[in-house]
C-alpha cells in the first residue's frame, strides 16, 4: 500500500540518520475506501495525487508548528504492508491513515518537496493557517496559492542532499 507521510526538511534529516520515520504511530495519507467514497470518479493515480495533496497540507501544518524549521513541504511515498497501516479517516480527511510501526527509509520510494522558490509562499501560509482554519477568506487564499506550488519529485538517494 502507497502511503505518503507528511515531514519537514528538519525531521528529514533526523530520519535520515536514524535509518526510519518515527515513532509509531506514523500519521500518514494513502487511498483509502473513505477517500475513495470522497472522490468517487477518480483512478487510483488521481486518488493518489489528492492523498498526496493530504499529506502536503498536513506538511504545512508541521510547518506552522515549527517556524524555525526550512519553509518547504515535505511528503515522502512509502510502500508499506496493509497490515500495519490502519485507516483514521473523517469527513475533514477521508485519506489519513497510522502507521503502526515505524517506517524503514528502505520502504520509502520516493520524496516530494517544494522547490526553494516556493519557499516565501509557503512561509506565509504556515502563518496563515489558524486563520484559514477559523474561516478566513483572506488566509484561506494565502494556504490555496502556496497548494498551488507542486512538489518536484526526487528519488530517495537524493533526499540526502535537500538537508545539506
Same mark, same amino acid.
Do not use: K
Given at each position: 500500500?502507497?502511503?505518503?507521510?507528511?515531514?519537514?526538511? +528538519?525531521?528529514?534529516?533526523?530520519?535520515? #540518520?536514524? /535509518?526510519?520515520?518515527?515513532?509509531?504511530?506514523?500519521?500518514?495519507?494513502?487511498?483509502? =475506501?473513505?477517500?475513495?467514497? %470522497?472522490?468517487?470518479?477518480?483512478? @487510483?493515480? !488521481?486518488? !493518489?495525487?489528492?492523498?498526496? &495533496?493530504?499529506?502536503?497540507?498536513?506538511?504545512?501544518?508541521? &510547518?506552522?508548528? $515549527?517556524?524555525?524549521?526550512?519553509?518547504?513541504?515535505?511528503?515522502?511515498?512509502?510502500?508499506? =504492508? !496493509?497490515? *500495519?497501516?490502519?485507516?483514521?479517516? /473523517?469527513?475533514?480527511?477521508?485519506?489519513?491513515? &497510522?502507521?503502526?510501526?515505524?517506517?524503514?527509509? +528502505?520502504?520509502?520510494?520516493?520524496?516530494? #518537496?517544494?522547490?526553494?522558490?516556493?519557499?516565501?509562499?509557503?512561509?506565509?501560509?504556515?502563518?496563515?493557517? =489558524?486563520?484559514?482554519?477559523?474561516?478566513?477568506? $483572506?488566509?484561506?487564499?494565502?494556504?490555496?496559492?502556496? !497548494?498551488?506550488?507542486?512538489?518536484? %519529485?526526487?528519488?530517495?538517494?537524493? &533526499? @540526502?542532499?535537500? *538537508?545539506?
Amino acid at each position: 500500500m502507497r502511503v505518503y507521510l507528511p515531514t519537514t526538511l +528538519a525531521v528529514l534529516g533526523g530520519a535520515l #540518520v536514524a /535509518g526510519q520515520v518515527g515513532p509509531a504511530p506514523v500519521p500518514g495519507y494513502a487511498v483509502t =475506501p473513505a477517500l475513495r467514497e %470522497w472522490y468517487a470518479s477518480g483512478d @487510483l493515480e !488521481e486518488l !493518489e495525487y489528492v492523498a498526496m &495533496l493530504q499529506a502536503a497540507r498536513a506538511s504545512l501544518r508541521l &510547518l506552522h508548528e $515549527d517556524p524555525g524549521a526550512p519553509r518547504r513541504r515535505v511528503v515522502l511515498a512509502a510502500d508499506l =504492508p !496493509e497490515t *500495519i497501516v490502519t485507516a483514521r479517516n /473523517g469527513a475533514d480527511r477521508p485519506g489519513l491513515v &497510522l502507521v503502526m510501526a515505524p517506517v524503514d527509509l +528502505a520502504d520509502v520510494v520516493s520524496g516530494h #518537496v517544494d522547490d526553494l522558490d516556493a519557499a516565501d509562499d509557503i512561509d506565509a501560509a504556515a502563518a496563515a493557517l =489558524p486563520a484559514a482554519d477559523a474561516g478566513d477568506p $483572506d488566509a484561506r487564499f494565502v494556504v490555496d496559492g502556496a !497548494e498551488g506550488h507542486e512538489l518536484l %519529485w526526487y528519488a530517495t538517494q537524493e &533526499l @540526502l542532499y535537500l *538537508i545539506g
